[in-house]
């Protein structure tokens, strides 16, 4: 059973930084995409950043281009999304999630997800 664990959301001023993980268990595919999406009140959710297990690219919505950074360390089956310089427009639920493609993918359909994480940005 694929489970995907996200942790590190809280509470930051604004201006300031956290790093997200998401840790993969159950996963024995060679080929997919994995990120994350935020959802905030009464908005939809959105994807932030995905990143490609077979080539390593990458994707970030415009909002957070420049201030956020999506990594993986495959030994370890996680996945980290550093944020910096947040905003108290990035507060919102941050979830992980995973499709089973080769290549990269980062939207509303993907395969697998992972319980959110709250993250949210004083002013």
């Known amino acids: 059973e694929v489970q995907l664990q996200a942790s590190g959301g809280g509470l930051v001023q604004a201006g300031g930084s956290l790093r997200l993980s998401c840790a993969a268990s159950g996963f024995t595919f060679d080929d997919y995409a994995i990120g994350w999406f935020r959802q905030a009140p009464g908005k939809e959710r959105e994807g932030v950043s995905c990143?490609?297990?077979?080539?390593?690219?990458?994707y970030y919505a415009d909002s957070v281009k420049g201030r956020f950074t999506i990594s993986s360390d495959n030994a370890k089956n996680t996945v980290y999304l550093q944020m910096n310089s947040l905003k108290p427009e990035d507060t919102a639920v941050y979830y992980c999630?995973?499709?089973?493609?080769?290549?990269?993918?980062?939207?509303?359909?993907?395969?697998?997800w992972g319980k959110g994480t709250q993250v949210t940005v004083s002013s």
């Open positions: 990143i490609s297990s077979s080539d390593g690219s990458t």
């Open positions: 999630a995973a499709d089973i493609v080769a290549g990269l993918r980062c939207y509303y359909g993907m395969d697998y």
